[in-house]
């Protein structure tokens, strides 16, 4: 079954500071993995986009990785702002399928001053 | 550009009356999406439609649900009679499928709460 978990569930970190998002995938086969970010209220943008063979892809303080051997990916954020706060979800896509993606359930990021 | 407008944002019901939500795709975009989201999920597809056909609507609650989208373009998604359990965010996507069908722009959602 096409699944995608993501860890923490919840993360505070100060402002500033950098942090780490997971997300583990067993999609098969694999077309591309996204990280989309969605703030409260809010639907979700698109924030980086991979495919098999990139292994790392920014956008700005945003830094996503992809480990398609291991089925594993980061988002990475440096230097935390305020805006920051909100939901993180991983997607992924299967090369059967393109417009099914699957959604992980989110990793809810609170930034504080 | 205008993105994905949805309406209403949110909307209070009673359970068993009816509800309707409305989305306009970006101009332009053949496919349209329509997705629930739960509370601290992420969204879970409900039908796609390509211009006016709907291609996959199997994650569709067809008892209760029901969606249309004339002229293929903007969409309209029903339920009658809702449920306690239908409570969530409603959200509308679009892409263009002929140039990157797995760039969805999803539009802010519809929260529903049924009492």
């Known amino acids: 079954k096409n699944q995608v978990e993501q860890s923490p569930q919840s993360l505070i970190i100060l402002e500033g500071k950098n942090c780490t998002l997971q997300c583990n995938y067993t999609v098969s086969p694999f077309s591309n993995l996204r990280w989309y970010k969605q703030d409260t209220g809010r639907g979700p943008v698109s924030l980086t986009i991979?495919?098999?063979?990139?292994n790392t892809k920014s956008n700005g303080r945003y830094t996503a990785t992809l480990d398609a051997d291991t089925k594993q990916s980061s988002l990475h954020i440096t230097a935390s702002q305020l805006s920051d706060s909100a939901s993180y979800i991983c997607v992924v896509s299967a090369m059967d399928s393109s417009y099914k993606l699957i959604f992980g359930s989110g990793t809810r990021l609170l930034v504080r001053p | 550009e205008a993105g994905v407008v949805q309406s209403p944002r949110y909307k209070i019901i009673e359970k068993k009356q009816p509800v309707a939500f409305w989305c306009n795709p970006i101009s332009g975009h053949n496919t349209l999406y329509w997705y629930r989201q739960n509370l601290g999920q992420g969204p879970e597809l409900l039908i796609r439609?390509?211009?006016?056909?709907?291609?996959?609507d199997s994650q569709l609650p067809k008892d209760r649900f029901s969606a249309e989208r004339l002229k293929g373009v903007d969409s309209t998604l029903k339920i009658q009679p809702a449920e306690l359990g239908d409570s969530a965010v409603y959200l509308c996507a679009s892409s263009l499928e002929t140039v990157d069908p797995d760039t969805q722009y999803f539009g802010p959602g519809t929260r529903l709460t049924v009492l």
């Open positions: 991979m495919t098999f063979s990139e």
């Open positions: 439609y390509e211009n006016e056909e709907a291609v996959d």
